[in-house]
Structure formats: C-alpha cells, structure tokens
T-cell receptor, first 111, second 117 residues
C-alpha cells in the first residue's frame, strides 16, 4: 500500500462543473496537507494547504480534510479548461520531517 | 515570495560528460532542499534530500556517486550528474523548504530538462 494514494485518472469534467480530487494517506502522524498543480512539461506549483479538519476555501478551490478518515480532497468549482493538469497531493509529518507525494490525478476539463 | 530558480532550464550533453544543475531559493533561506526526477508521463521520483551543511540523504536505488549533491549554503544546492548516459535524460526538479514558513510546504524550481546524446 502506498503511503499517499490518489486515483490516477484521467478525470474528465465539462467546463463549469465541479471537479473533485481525492487523496488518502496512511501515516496518522501527518499534520500538514498540500495540493500542487503540475501542467504538462512544467514543475509543480503549490495551490492549497490545509492543517485542520474541515474545509478551506481559496477562490474556486476548496480543500477538505478529515484526519479521522485519513482523507483529503480538493474541489475545483466552475472548472475551466486551464485547470487541466495533474494534481499532486502531498502529506507531511512534521515531527518526522517527512513529506510524501502521491502519484497525482490527471484532470481534463472539456470546453 | 518563496521563489526557487534553477539553472540551466535545459541542457544537452554528450554521453560520458558531467552536468551541474543549480537550485537557488531567491527570497527565503532553504533549510532543506529536495531533488526529484521525472520521466515523461510518470510521477515525481524523489532522488535525495539535503540539509544545509550536511551530506545528502539519497533514496534507495539512487547512486550517490553518480548524482552528487552539494548544499553549501541556505540558498544554493547543486546536483551534478556525473558521466551522464542517455538513460539519465530526464526532467530534474529541485524544491526547497524552510521552517520559517511554518508549514513544511515545498516550493519547486522550474526544472531542468537534461538530454544526453
């Protein structure tokens, strides 16, 4: 079992729809959770981070964290073709100083 | 803020030569830097982690004598691919992290595309 699991996709949604990206992790000591976006041929860029259970909203993006279920998700509202990318979930155990990335979910938003 | 640069952005070299890639944190001090490799349509693969002033910690399967990492200062880390071969052709990405930002987020450089002919 991988430490951080993501559906590889591809996930395809129509323009304007909500895209839901999911991530589960195995280390219960994890405290910080991150979502990165990686366009094809480019390096990852940080788009959201969340530390506490519940929802965190930033523009069209909402990160959701449930530590009891070891689950973190990213919702993208009003999806745009420019959101088409691979989304990486990263989980950090700050005590161990260790960050682990998932393999990513590829999202395609169709016009 | 939190900008990481890499140089060069792309490089082509002949088989058997060595290539050095620089990674700099421009507006923060990076206590830890990471080096990743990514082949086309594959996921990020962590190669090594380096803390300033310490020897790098390499992931299993990564040859430390082939991929030399130096983290001489809080703003600069270098990766040298020694005696490069065509199978080393890949996208090399560094990232930097600082405790000062409080959350262990990593900021990635733009990557270096290496082609070995």
């Amino acid at each position: 079992q991988k430490e951080v699991e993501q559906n590889s996709g591809p996930l395809s949604v129509p323009e304007g729809a909500i895209a839901s990206l999911n991530c589960t992790y195995s280390d219960r000591g994890s405290q910080s959770f991150f979502w990165y976006r990686q366009y094809s041929g480019k390096s990852p860029e940080l788009i959201m981070f969340i530390y506490s259970n519940g929802d965190k909203e930033d523009g069209r993006f909402t990160a959701q964290l449930n530590k009891a279920s070891q689950y973190v998700s990213l919702l993208i509202r009003d999806s745009q073709p420019s959101d088409s990318a691979t989304y990486l979930c990263a989980v950090t155990n700050t005590n161990a100083g260790k960050s682990t990335f998932g393999d990513g979910t590829t999202l395609t938003v169709k016009p | 803020g939190a900008v990481v640069s890499q140089h060069p952005s792309w490089v082509i070299c002949k088989s058997g030569t060595s290539v050095k890639i620089e990674c700099r944190s421009l507006d923060f001090q990076a206590t830890t830097m990471f080096w990743y490799r990514q082949f086309p349509k594959q996921s990020l693969m962590l190669m090594a982690t380096s803390n300033e002033g310490s020897k790098a910690t390499y992931e299993q399967g990564v040859e430390k004598d082939k991929f030399l990492i130096n983290h001489a200062s809080l703003t600069l880390s270098t990766l040298t691919v020694t005696s490069a071969h065509p199978e080393d052709s890949s996208f090399y990405i560094c990232s930097a992290r600082t405790l000062g930002l409080g959350a262990y987020e990593q900021y990635f450089g733009p990557g270096t595309r290496l082609t070995v002919t």
